[in-house]
């Protein structure tokens, strides 16, 4: 199953550690490549010996190995596909939380740019802690999986939650990673973020709250699988992805349009303007000294998810819209769906403070023109995109 794959297994410093013993032995058995890393401590818990039989590699612990031409954390950043870190305490948590490389552990996970598993362990009170709790949140953001600890009894004699998960779950979260992480390789997806910037005169404008976070979650991963993307955006971002940077809905046509033929699949996710104002003005508006009130007259802005829609003659490419709802949302929803006449239509709750515009976090219902749903349940915009992917993958 694991045949040509290189895992990097990453052990730290807490009992749970002799448990791993058997999850490599768990990969070996389905062909894959086993490396092991090691902080110091968790040599307290298990030998070196011992892991270097099991993965039939040697086992890497010092940073600094005058041997090596390449230091040690970038090859062994650069060889494997994926990093699983078991058992993860919170020391190592929040070390790489927070970027620092004292070990050779913690530098490579800084250094890897492929899939992190994260399987923490720990005392119940540990992982209830605030400040290990902020750093899980900080590392699901940025896109490492988490799986979460099982609910016990506890080494250290108490009852809890902090009981490393199941190795079945670490060996099926490794297997479904690496099998979906390249899964859009070579297809061309462009993706859209942000609020656009509609501009009265010099100096003011109409815009929204979007932030670009769901769009950019979503480019983030589409690259993650292989895609070719490009990230239509009004929000100023560097990526390792073509980036075109726009402000007026106008603009945001203007770069979908030239794109749109060599795209497999497009997904709307910026809050596009419905209305701009028709006369922009070259200089700052005065104040003026008669009435209370002034009024600008607006134009409707283009529908872009509408026209690509109907530009296309085949059912290529594959169009997602987003649905931003304050009531009725899934009855809108619905509706919206057959208007613009896409493929599959993301419902979100805009009213919510807990998720939706500017959050980290989104909930979302797809709904697809074949009449199926799905509900997705809040969770990090990063996870909520991963979703999203593998919804229209599927
Ligand atoms: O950016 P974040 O802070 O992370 O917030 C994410 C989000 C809430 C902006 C996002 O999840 C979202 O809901 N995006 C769509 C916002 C929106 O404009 O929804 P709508 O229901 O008004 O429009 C429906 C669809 O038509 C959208 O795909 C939109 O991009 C598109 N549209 C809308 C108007 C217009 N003139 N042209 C369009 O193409």
């Given amino acids: 199953?694991?045949?040509?794959?290189?895992?990097?297994?990453?052990?730290?410093?807490?009992?749970?550690?002799?448990?791993?013993?058997e999850l490599i032995r768990m990969y070996k058995r389905a062909n894959a490549n086993v490396r092991v890393v090691c902080t110091p401590s968790a040599l307290h818990f298990v030998t070196k010996l011992t892991l270097q039989n099991l993965s039939q590699n040697e086992v890497g612990v010092e940073e600094f190995s005058p041997e090596q031409y390449k230091p040690e954390h970038i090859s062994y950043a650069d060889e494997a596909d994926i990093m699983v870190i078991a058992p993860a305490t919170a020391n190592t948590i929040g070390k790489i939380a927070n970027g620092i490389c004292d070990n050779l552990l913690t530098s490579i996970a800084c250094a890897f740019t492929k899939p992190i598993l994260i399987a923490p362990a720990m005392n119940c009170g540990m992982w209830d802690n605030n400040?290990?709790?902020?750093?899980?949140?900080?590392?699901?953001?940025?896109?490492?999986?988490?799986?979460?600890?099982?609910?016990?009894?506890?080494?250290?004699?108490?009852?809890?939650?902090?009981?490393?998960?199941?190795?079945?779950?670490?060996?099926?979260?490794?297997?479904?990673?690496?099998?979906?992480?390249k899964k859009l390789t070579g297809k061309n997806i462009l993706i859209t973020a942000g609020g656009t910037i509609e501009p009265i005169d010099t100096v003011r404008y109409i815009s929204n709250y979007s932030s670009g976070k769901m769009g950019i979650a979503l480019a983030d991963c589409a690259y993650k699988q292989g895609a070719n993307v490009e990230l239509v955006t009004t929000v100023d971002v560097e990526k390792p992805y073509t980036v075109t940077k726009v402000k007026t809905a106008q603009d945001m046509q203007k770069a979908v349009g030239q794109s749109f033929a060599q795209t497999d699949c497009i997904i709307m996710a910026a809050a596009v303007a419905d209305y701009r104002a028709k006369n922009v003005a070259n200089y700052k508006m005065k104040k003026t000294d008669d009435g209370n009130e002034i009024s600008i007259e607006l134009v409707k802005n283009p529908d872009i998810l509408k026209e690509i829609c109907q530009k296309r003659t085949t059912s290529h490419p594959l169009i997602v819209g987003f649905c931003a709802e304050s009531e009725n949302l899934l009855k809108n929803a619905k509706e919206k769906l057959v208007k613009k006449g896409c493929d599959y239509l993301i419902a979100n709750d805009i009213s919510r403070k807990d998720i939706g515009f500017s959050s980290d976090y989104n909930e979302v219902t797809i709904l697809s023109k074949n009449g199926d749903f799905k509900k997705l349940p809040r969770a990090a915009k990063t996870e909520i995109a991963k979703s999203i992917l593998e919804a229209i993958y599927e």
Avoid: D, H, W
Avoid at 1 to 21: D, E, F, Q, R
């Fill in 1 to 21: 199953m694991l045949s040509g794959k290189n895992i990097l297994v990453a052990i730290t410093g807490g009992i749970a550690a002799y448990k791993i013993c």
């Fill in 131 to 181: 400040f290990v709790q902020e750093n899980i949140s900080k590392l699901k953001n940025a896109g490492f999986t988490i799986l979460e600890p099982e609910s016990g009894f506890l080494a250290c004699g108490y009852e809890g939650k902090g009981r490393l998960c199941s190795l079945e779950e670490i060996f099926n979260k490794t297997l479904e990673t690496l099998q979906t992480q």
